[in-house]
Structure formats: C-alpha cells, structure tokens
C-alpha cells in the first residue's frame, strides 16, 4: 500500500519502529531486537501492513543491508533535519525513540518527495569502501598511537623520537625497540648507527653522525632509574602495536591498489593528475556506481562539502562552510586537488587565483576541489578516463604564454 509509511530509530540493542497511515494515524508501534529473530520479525511486520518506504538517519550498517535485501526501500533523513523538525511535533524539547520513529515516519509521509531512497550499490564497491572506510580507521587509529607514544618520548627521552623524521616509521620503531631508554644508547657512536641504518635499509639523506647528533641535541629530562625503565617498557609496547599497524595498512593499501586498478571507474578516477591509487579509490568508495544518484556536478559538489552555503534574509547574505556533508568524500577530493596543483598548470592558476583573491589555503583547496567535481562528474557520467585535450579551461591555460 502506498499509503503507509514506516520510521525507524536506530539503537545499538533495540530498535524503535512506527507505522503510520496516509492521514498520520499510527498504525503500529513496537519495538525489535538488534538480533536475528528481532531482524526476521521487523521484516515481517512491515510486509505484513504493507510498508515499502523506510526513513531512517543512518544511511548504512547492517539493519540497512537487511531492508534493503529484504525489498524495503530505505530513505536516509539527517539527524539535523529530524533535530530541527521536532518543534513541528511538541514545544517541550523532550525526546524519545518511540516519538523519533514516529517523526521520522511523518516526515516521509509529508515530505518524503523531498528525500531519495538509497541506491543498490554493486558488490564491487561495497567490497572496495570496506577496504577504504577500513583502511581510513586504522590509519587514525596508527595517528592517535603515533601521538601517544611522541608524548612518552618527551617525558624521558626526547631524542628517541626526533633522530628519524617520523616515529612512526619503520626505522623509528625498530630504533625504538632497540634502544627503549638512554641507557640502552649510551654505547651507541657513528658505526653502530650506522651499520643499524644499514640493517633497517635507511633511506633517509642524513649520514650517522647527523642522526647522532639529533639525538643528544634533543633536551634531557631527569628521571629516576624505576620511573625510565617503566616507561621504557610502555615505549616499546606502543612500538610493537605500531610496527603490526603499519604492516597492516601497508597490506591493506596494497590489496586496495590492485582493487581500484582492476576496476574501470577506478582507472577513471585514477586518470586525473596525482589522484594515485590510493586517493581515488577513496572518491570511488564514496562514489558509488549508481550514476542516478546525482543528478548534477552541483549535487555532487554538495554531498562532497566543496560548495559553501548561502544564507540570505533581506538586506543581509552570509556565505558560510557546508558542514553537513559526505566528510570522507570532502577529505578524498580535497587531497586530490590539493595533489593536482603540483602536476597541472590550470589547477595550479584556480589555486592560485582564489589564493590571491585572499583565500586561505584550505578554502583555496576547497575551490579548486570545486572546480574538479565538474569535470570528474563529466567524466564518470560519460564513462571516459580524463583527457588533458578534451579539458577547455586546460587548454586554454596551456596556451596562454607561460601557462
């Protein structure tokens, strides 16, 4: 039945669930487990009054993936939307997930021409946004352990983590691993750091007695012998967790490589200037391969974040930052412009011209991420990779003297 619209409040046990009529009326009012029977039974609940459009907040997770096998038609509504929506509902600002359900079925019933239900998306780029999205948490996670263990450093032993240019690299973690406390260096002279340089393939362009003399450069801090041995330890366990991190994204990285170069959108995306293998699978993963689902470059440039957003009322107009937007798409967009400026002469001009309009560099990025939506959008409607000779503005770039 057409007329019957369902609402469901996402919670990590329990989900809250409510069926409405054409006229708002409640049909039904329940609640369901976050477990298999409770799945099998929302499922038949819902085919049982006849639903076929869900609203829902969070556009994916795995109750999406079952209504959506399930033949349920799921439309995503932002939080920010249902927050300011609930004044239209009560003036006394409570909440409940019962009354969230009910709201969110509501506003499918009234505006649900104003949402799109989510696309079937195919199996190859589900496959590849788990490797990215997974990828994505484990390189912050290896940040976040990276900082912990710089801050550790500098309580006992500065040195330790400014010899090499990152701690988190290899040689850094190995170094730390050997020589956890100053104690543990105190023989340590040119030939011993330099035969472990050796060891560990050191490809840095500073020589042993450079290195050496960063690492008694640094300051000292005094501690007792009790107090450095246990950080000692602490250092080396954080080290340990970082060398199998770091293994682990590179392993990762590597499947995510060989994914996006055996896809044809991928070697799309991977046909702009810098985008790498990484970057693009990143825009892809968060692409998609429905093409309906954006209509325009400008939709497009909406859900990455690059378009700002105005806010005009009388006299007055304000053009502010999009915050509500794909942020993972605006990171993977932002990053390959601000890599394309070093390998193509138009993207260089963009950059530079809203730099001297007096753009800091970020909304400079942000521009010229702007700029390349409309032609990646192009691009991935027509299916074709990216032509530097089929580009106008970059031609016209290239034939103006010293573009």
């Known amino acids: 039945m057409d007329g019957v619209f369902a609402g469901l409040d996402w919670a990590s046990r329990v989900h809250a669930v409510c069926v409405i009529d054409q006229r708002g009326s409640v049909r039904e009012q329940c609640e369901v487990a976050h477990d298999a029977a409770g799945l099998h039974d929302l499922v038949r609940r819902l085919r049982a009054r006849g639903v076929r459009r869900i609203a829902i907040?969070?556009?994916?997770?795995?109750?999406?993936?079952?209504?959506?096998?399930?033949?349920?038609?799921?439309?995503?509504?932002?939080?920010?939307?249902?927050k300011a929506s609930r004044p239209r509902y009560r003036s006394h600002g409570g909440k409940s997930d019962a009354s969230d359900a009910y709201l969110l079925a509501d506003l499918l019933r009234t505006d649900g021409h104003r949402f799109s239900a989510l696309a079937t998306q195919s199996d190859t780029i589900r496959a590849l946004r788990a490797l990215v999205r997974g990828r994505d948490d484990l390189v912050a996670t290896r940040v976040q352990l990276a900082n912990q263990l710089r801050e550790l450093l500098q309580t006992y032993w500065a040195g330790a983590g400014e010899v090499f240019a990152d701690v988190d690299s290899p040689i850094a973690l190995a170094f730390i691993l050997r020589y956890p406390t100053p104690e543990s260096a105190s023989?340590?002279?040119?030939?011993?750091?330099?035969?472990?340089?050796?060891?560990?393939?050191?490809?840095?362009?500073?020589?042993?007695?450079e290195l050496l003399a960063r690492l008694h450069q640094a300051p000292s801090v005094r501690t007792g012998e009790l107090e450095i041995d246990a950080k000692g330890e602490l250092a080396c366990c954080l080290a340990r967790a970082l060398q199998r991190l770091v293994e682990q994204i590179r392993l990762l990285s590597s499947r995510i490589e060989h994914h996006i170069a055996d896809c044809d959108d991928g070697r799309i995306l991977m046909s702009f200037p810098r985008a790498g293998r990484i970057c693009a699978a990143q825009i892809?993963?968060?692409?998609?391969?429905?093409?309906?689902r954006f209509d325009s470059d400008e939709h497009l440039a909406a859900e990455a974040g690059v378009a700002p957003v105005t806010y005009e009322s009388g006299k007055h107009k304000a053009v502010t930052f999009r915050w509500a937007c794909n942020h993972r798409l605006r990171a993977a967009i932002t990053c390959m412009a601000?890599?394309?400026r070093h390998a193509s002469a138009w993207a260089?001009?963009?950059?530079?011209?809203?730099?001297?309009?007096?753009?800091n560099h970020p909304h400079a990025v942000r521009i010229l991420a702007r700029a390349w939506l409309r032609?990646?959008?192009?691009?991935?409607?027509?299916?074709?990779?990216?032509d530097p000779r089929r580009h106008r503005?970059?031609?016209?770039i290239s034939q103006t003297p010293g573009g």
């Open 375 to 386: 032609v990646i959008w192009r691009a991935w409607i027509d299916r074709l990779p990216y």
């Open 348 to 359: 260089a001009a963009v950059y530079a011209k809203a730099r001297s309009r007096g753009c």
């Open 284 to 292: 892809l993963a968060e692409l998609g391969s429905v093409r309906e």
């Open 187 to 209: 023989r340590l002279g040119p030939k011993r750091l330099a035969a472990f340089c050796a060891q560990h393939a050191y490809c840095g362009r500073r020589s042993a007695q």
């Open 338 to 340: 601000d890599n394309s």
């Open 393 to 396: 503005a970059a031609q016209l």
């Open 57 to 82: 907040e969070r556009p994916s997770g795995l109750l999406v993936d079952v209504l959506m096998q399930s033949g349920f038609e799921v439309v995503p509504i932002h939080p920010n939307a249902v």
